[in-house]
C-alpha cells in the first residue's frame, strides 16, 4: 500500500468545495417553498496521484507499516501542523489508518475514514483564522473549481458532487502551483488560528453574516429559479451540469465581493459547525 499516497489524499480530499445558503420568509422569497434553510454541502475530492507532489521513491524499505505511514504524514508540512495542534487526533489517525490495513482495508477505505476527521479539524481552525486566512482559504477553493469548470462542465459537476456520477482525478487538471499554494495556505491558516492574532468569532458577526446571507440569496434565486434546489439535492443536477457549477461558483463570488471582515464572517457561519 503506498502510505504516502492514503496520506494525501485523506488531507487533500477534505477540502471543503461549497455550501448554499437559501432563505425563505414570508413576502421575502415570494413563492420560493421552505423557511430559512442552510444546506451545507461538503464536497471530497476525487484521488490524484501521489505523483503530483510527493515523489515516489521512499526510504521505508524494511519498516513496519505503522512506521510507514508516520513517515509519510510527517513529509508533509500540514500533517506536522496536525501533529502540533492535536497530537491526540494525529495519533489516532495513525492507529486507525494501520488497524484498517491490518483489517484488509482498501486505500479508499482508509482515505475515506480520515477525510471527516481532517475535515473537522480545517472547520474549527477556519473559526479561529483571522479574516485574511479565511478569505484566502476560500478564494484558492474558488480557483480549484474554475481550473476544472474550464475542461468542461462535467468534469466540474463530477468534481462538486462526486456521490453523484463519480468524481474525477484532478492531478491532470488542477495546475501543480495552485495545489502547492492550497497546501501552504492551510498550513498557514491552522498556525494563525492558534496564533497571536487568533479570531473570536461575535455574536454580532453572526448576526451581519446573516444579514449578509439574506441580501444574496435572493438574488441567487431570482438568476436561477427552481434550479437552486440543486444544492439541495445535486442528483438534480445531471443533465444541468453546466448550471450546478455557475451557482456554486457565483454564491462564494458574492461572498468575496463583501468587505473583508464581512466575507471572512460569511465564510466561517457557514462553514461552522452548527450549521452542518
Not at 21 to 31: E, Q, T
Request: proline letters at 5%.
Amino acid at each position: 500500500m503506498n502510505w504516502a499516497h492514503v496520506v494525501l489524499a485523506g488531507y487533500i480530499g477534505a477540502v471543503i468545495a461549497i455550501v448554499v445558503g437559501m432563505f425563505r420568509k414570508k413576502g421575502w422569497l415570494g413563492k420560493i417553498s421552505g423557511a430559512v434553510v442552510f444546506v451545507m454541502a461538503i464536497v471530497a475530492w476525487n484521488l490524484f496521484d501521489v505523483h503530483y507532489l510527493i515523489p515516489r521513491a521512499s526510504p521505508d524499505y524494511g519498516l513496519t507499516d505503522a512506521q510507514k505511514f508516520e513517515n509519510a504524514m510527517l513529509a508533509m508540512p500540514v500533517y506536522q501542523v496536525l501533529k502540533e495542534q492535536e497530537p491526540a487526533l494525529w495519533q489516532n489517525i495513525l492507529n486507525q489508518s494501520t488497524q484498517l490495513k491490518k483489517a484488509g482495508k482498501s486505500e479508499q477505505q482508509i482515505i475515506d475514514a480520515i477525510q471527516p476527521q481532517i475535515l473537522q479539524v480545517q472547520m474549527a481552525r477556519l473559526q479561529q483564522a483571522p479574516d485574511a486566512n479565511v478569505i484566502e482559504y476560500m478564494k484558492i477553493n474558488l480557483e480549484q473549481i474554475a481550473a476544472v469548470a474550464i475542461v468542461g462542465d462535467d468534469e466540474c459537476f463530477r468534481f462538486l458532487f462526486p456521490a453523484v456520477k463519480g468524481g474525477i482525478n484532478p492531478m491532470h487538471i488542477i495546475p501543480r502551483e495552485l495545489m502547492n499554494r492550497r497546501m501552504a495556505s492551510d498550513m498557514s491558516m491552522m498556525r494563525a488560528a492558534y496564533g497571536p492574532n487568533k479570531h473570536t468569532v461575535t455574536a454580532e458577526e453572526k448576526q451581519l453574516a446573516f444579514q449578509d446571507l439574506q441580501s444574496i440569496s435572493p438574488g441567487l434565486v431570482q438568476r436561477y429559479g427552481p434550479d437552486i434546489q440543486i444544492m439541495t439535492d445535486p442528483s438534480k443536477g445531471v443533465g444541468k451540469e453546466k448550471v450546478a457549477c455557475e451557482i456554486v461558483q457565483d454564491l462564494w463570488s458574492q461572498v468575496l465581493k463583501l468587505p473583508t471582515a464581512r466575507a471572512a464572517g460569511v465564510i466561517r457561519l457557514m462553514l461552522s459547525a452548527e450549521m452542518q
